[in-house]
């Protein structure tokens, strides 16, 4: 497996991007999320079709590629790899994360929101590269998210996984900074950049409050 290809740097700032959740048009959000300084892409599309799904995917897979930014698909494994995407990210209820690296091979970067400390300590021998962490100060953007975790949370598991954690859940430019001094190596958002009117600014402010406190 690449080192660089799963490294801290490639987690910095993740966008959670769904097409049902924008304030502004999805394309021009996606072009200014990664102008902004976004390292990261999950599409989850939760209410599209497979073939609609895989269509954007494609698309967007293409477009992160170029820009030298990792992309991801949630939960589906299969679309993933159809799209020719970098990996995918699982929860507890999805595919196994032996299972999905069996599937996407090696190279196949998976991310996972372990729910419990335990799971925080086993994911890493069983596969993931990367671990999403939260909802660390709550979230309306997930409805199973479930209450805040809080920061001391992100530095117990953050020092339990071996590998990167990245923090999610109501993360703004305003306590992104709190995120990276608690452990995390990043900020996984969602609502911050795709519900701003300009998404390009609100992804480049939250990157400089990372930046500066990495």
């Given at each position: 497996?690449?080192?660089?290809?799963?490294?801290?740097?490639?987690?910095?700032?993740?966008?959670?991007?769904?097409?049902?959740?924008?304030?502004?048009?999805?394309?021009?959000?996606?072009?200014?999320?990664?102008?902004?300084?976004?390292?990261?892409?999950?599409?989850?599309?939760?209410?599209?079709?497979?073939?609609?799904?895989?269509?954007?995917a494609t698309?967007?897979?293409?477009?992160?590629?170029?820009?030298?930014?990792?992309?991801?698909?949630?939960?589906?494994?299969?679309?993933?790899?159809?799209?020719?995407?970098?990996?995918?990210?699982?929860?507890?209820?999805?595919?196994?994360?032996?299972?999905?690296?069996?599937?996407?091979?090696?190279d196949f970067?998976?991310?996972?929101?372990?729910?419990?400390?335990?799971?925080?300590?086993?994911?890493?021998?069983?596969?993931?590269?990367?671990?999403?962490?939260?909802?660390?100060?709550?979230?309306?953007?997930?409805?199973?998210?479930?209450?805040?975790?809080?920061?001391?949370?992100?530095?117990?598991?953050?020092?339990?996984?071996?590998?990167?954690?990245?923090?999610?859940?109501?993360?703004?430019?305003?306590?992104?900074?709190?995120?990276?001094?608690?452990?995390?190596?990043?900020?996984?958002?969602?609502?911050?950049?795709?519900?701003?009117?300009?998404?390009?600014?609100?992804?480049?402010?939250?990157r400089a409050?990372?930046?500066?406190?990495?």
């Amino acid at each position: 497996m690449s080192p660089d290809r799963f490294s801290a740097d490639r987690l910095r700032l993740y966008l959670v991007a769904d097409p049902d959740h924008t304030a502004t048009d999805f394309d021009s959000m996606i072009a200014g999320a990664i102008h902004g300084g976004i390292t990261a892409l999950q599409l989850r599309a939760k209410t599209w079709s497979d073939r609609e799904t895989l269509a954007v995917a494609t698309w967007l897979a293409q477009m992160c590629r170029s820009a030298g930014v990792l992309f991801l698909i949630n939960d589906r494994v299969d679309l993933a790899v159809a799209s020719c995407g970098d990996g995918v990210h699982l929860g507890v209820d999805d595919v196994p994360i032996d299972v999905a690296r069996q599937l996407g091979g090696p190279d196949f970067a998976i991310g996972y929101s372990p729910e419990s400390d335990e799971q925080t300590a086993a994911s890493a021998d069983r596969g993931a590269n990367y671990l999403g962490v939260g909802p660390v100060f709550g979230t309306a953007t997930k409805d199973d998210a479930g209450p805040p975790i809080g920061l001391e949370t992100i530095t117990r598991r953050a020092s339990l996984a071996g590998i990167p954690v990245i923090g999610i859940g109501g993360i703004t430019a305003a306590n992104a900074g709190s995120v990276i001094t608690a452990g995390a190596v990043g900020v996984a958002v969602a609502s911050a950049i795709t519900g701003a009117v300009d998404p390009e600014a609100a992804a480049r402010s939250i990157r400089a409050e990372v930046d500066r406190h990495l």
